[in-house]
């Protein structure tokens, strides 16, 4: 079992900037996201990156939001700029299980504990 462990949450005013990473204790050869949960919302997808670099982002974060991986350190990083209130929720970075494209949650078979990001005034 890989383990995930995140850092970089904190409070932040609109239109500021925060950087999460993500470390991971195993392999780093699969698909790895990031998602987020609001209070009262279920957690949704935010970024997913592959072992190449390839990436996706929910429509809410484009250009915003950029994920990366450093495959060789097993770290995973998630810059986000411009951030808004509606940006405030934990963070969780994420490992999918072996082939899997990593769009669903049960793609995902390891999880970080979580880091609370808020964007207030």
């Known amino acids: 079992q890989v383990q995930l462990v995140e850092s970089g949450g904190g409070t932040v005013q609109p239109g500021g900037s925060l950087r999460l990473s993500c470390a991971g204790s195993?392999?780093?050869?699969?698909?790895m996201g990031w998602y987020r949960q609001a209070p009262d919302k279920e957690r949704e997808l935010v970024a997913t990156?592959?072992?190449?670099?390839?990436?996706n982002y929910a429509d809410s974060v484009k250009g915003r939001f950029t994920i990366s991986r450093d495959n060789a350190h097993n770290m995973m990083y998630l810059q986000m700029n411009s951030l808004k209130p509606e940006d405030t929720a934990v963070y969780y970075c994420?490992?999918?299980?072996?082939?899997?494209?990593?769009?669903?949650?049960?793609?995902?078979?390891?999880w970080g504990q979580g880091t609370q990001v808020i964007v207030a005034s």
């Open positions: 990156i592959t072992t190449s670099q390839t990436t």
């Open positions: 195993g392999s780093s050869f699969s698909i």
């Open positions: 994420a490992q999918t299980i072996g082939g899997h494209a990593g769009s669903d949650e049960s793609d995902y078979g390891s």
